[in-house]
T-cell receptor
Framework: NAGVTQTPKFRVLKTGQSMTLLCAQD?????MYWYRQDPGMGLRLIHY???????AKGEVPDGYNVSRLKKQNFLLGLESAAPSQTSVYFC????????????FGPGTRLTVL | AQTVTQSQPEMSVQEAETVTLSCTYD???????LFWYKQPPSRQMILVIR??????QNATENRFSVNFQKAAKSFSLKISDSQLGDAAMYFC??????????FGAGTRLTVKP
């Protein structure tokens, strides 16, 4: 099992450009999450999904959109990137509501110039 | 909203010695879960230990143990016989049945040979 994978690992964007981060998990997990990690602030939840076709906002959703068209994939989109979105992005998944452990991907370092 | 506070941005320990990382949290809920995650330089988030609030017994995983003080809302991590491989960022996290995962800002642990 690959667990949780993220594509790409690194990306540099110019202000106003758009991009999509892909998260894939092969554990048949129901729940998936997108976090951002900034220095001195720990991880903050952007959006999450409790199942295929569902999404919900987390703590810091502005400027991002997500989609969960397939159970194994969770996409994070930036329509018009801003320098404030420079961060490390982590995807995570969890088996279901009754489970506690989240499994994390390796992260994507995004720089917006 | 639930908050998680890690008051020690950096800690250091001598190899083979013991170190304790502090974490406090704020919640009005009675049923919740607490976690310690390790993030080495590879960026991968690794679950170290977890504690269910309804359990009075402190969780232990090999050299890692917690001191859970529910009334004081304190959840410290003790690492015994520290090893060079323990050097990492450590994040305390909180989750309840009704809330998303909330992370503290992290503590950077250095292990001196």
């Amino acid at each position: 099992n690959a667990g949780v994978t993220q594509t790409p690992k690194f990306r540099v964007l110019k202000t106003g450009q758009s991009m999509t981060l892909l998260c894939a998990q092969d554990m048949n997990h129901e729940y998936m999450y997108w976090y951002r990690q900034d220095p001195g602030m720990g991880l903050r939840l952007i959006h999450y999904s409790v199942g295929e076709g569902t999404t919900a906002k987390g703590e810091v959703p502005d400027g991002y959109n997500v989609s969960r068209l397939k159970k194994q994939n969770f996409l994070l989109g930036l329509e018009s990137a801003a320098p404030s979105q420079t961060s490390v992005y982590f995807c995570a998944s969890k088996a279901g509501a009754l489970y506690n452990e989240q499994f994390f991907g390796p992260g994507t370092r995004l720089t917006v110039l | 909203a639930q908050t998680v506070t890690q008051s020690q941005p950096e800690m250091s320990v001598q190899e083979a010695e013991t170190v304790t990382l502090s974490c406090t949290y704020d919640t009005s809920e009675s049923d919740y879960y607490l976690f310690w995650y390790k993030q080495p330089p590879s960026r991968q988030m690794i679950l170290v230990i977890r504690q269910e609030a309804y359990k009075q017994q402190n969780a232990t995983e090999n050299r890692f143990s917690v001191n859970f003080q529910k009334a004081a809302k304190s959840f410290s991590l003790k690492i015994s016989d520290s090893q060079l491989g323990d050097a990492a960022m450590y994040f305390c996290a909180y989750r309840s049945a009704w809330s998303d995962m909330r992370f503290g800002a992290g503590t950077r642990l250095t292990v001196k040979p």
